[in-house]
T-cell receptor, first 113, second 115 residues
Framework: AQSVTQPDIHITVSEGASLELRCNYS??????LFWYVQSPGQGLQLLLK??????LVQGIKGFEAEFKRSQSSFNLRKPSVHWSDAAEYFC???????????FGKGTRLSVIA | DAGVIQSPRHEVTEMGQEVTLRCKPI?????LFWYRQTMMRGLELLIY????????DSGMPEDRFSAKMPNASFSTLKIQPSEPRDSAVYFC?????????????FGEGSRLTVL
């Protein structure tokens, strides 16, 4: 069965500092991997996705993530965080075909001045 | 294009009442998913449909929960009778047909409070 672990429940960073959110997955085959962001009271918005090819993927809002098969990881990064990035971030894994995504518990990001 | 549309956005009801949540997926999408979000358990899959057919409802908590998809543009999630522990945000998501890469498009959610 697929599973996703986001080890950090809450992270606080200063505005302008770099950010890395961790994600580890468990899946037997080549996974589809996703990062979503959720602002308070809103639905989930896709930041980026990986399904094949280049293991470093670029997303919206200046985010990127790197797929490392050997470490079963798909960490999300941003070189310089803005106050508007404060939100909840979810990593998800899926399989090929029309199957559901399995989500991690999320990491809440706070940004301080 | 309109996104996934859910209604109501907020529902407050009393224990024992029937609750119906509605979802309109993105036009042309052929898969629909119902998730529930709570602080304790995060995002849990309740049920999903492919081409209007329920594929996996093993995530539905109890017989009090039921879901239908009578056509490609509408789905409902019903709780009868509702209990305080059903309080959560319920999300509907849809996905397009062949050639896609797995992305789900989410609605803004229905926040349910059962008193």
């Amino acid at each position: 069965a697929q599973s996703v672990t986001q080890p950090d429940i809450h992270i606080t960073v200063s505005e302008g500092a770099s950010l890395e959110l961790r994600c580890n997955y468990s899946y037997g085959a080549t996974p589809y991997l996703f990062w979503y962001v959720q602002s308070p009271g809103q639905g989930l918005q896709l930041l980026l996705k990986y399904f094949s090819g280049d293991t470093l993927v670029q997303g919206i809002k200046g985010f990127e993530a790197e797929f490392k098969r050997s470490q079963s990881s798909f960490n999300l990064r941003k070189p310089s965080v803005h106050w508007s990035d404060a939100a909840e971030y979810f990593c998800a894994v899926g399989a090929q075909g029309n199957t559901p995504l399995v989500f991690g518990k999320g990491t809440r990001l706070s940004v301080i001045a | 294009d309109a996104g996934v549309i859910q209604s109501p956005r907020h529902e407050v009801t009393e224990m024992g009442q029937e609750v119906t949540l509605r979802c309109k997926p993105i036009s042309g999408h052929n898969s629909l998913f119902w998730y529930r979000q709570t602080m304790m358990r995060g995002l849990e899959l309740l049920i999903y449909f492919n081409n209007n057919v329920p594929i996996d409802d093993s995530g539905m908590p109890e017989d009090r929960f039921s879901a239908k998809m009578p056509n490609a543009s509408f789905s409902t999630l019903k709780i009868q009778p509702s209990e305080p522990r059903d309080s959560a945000v319920y999300f509907c998501a849809s996905r397009g047909a062949g050639g896609h890469t797995g992305e789900l498009f989410f609605g803004e959610g229905s926040r349910l409070t059962v008193l």
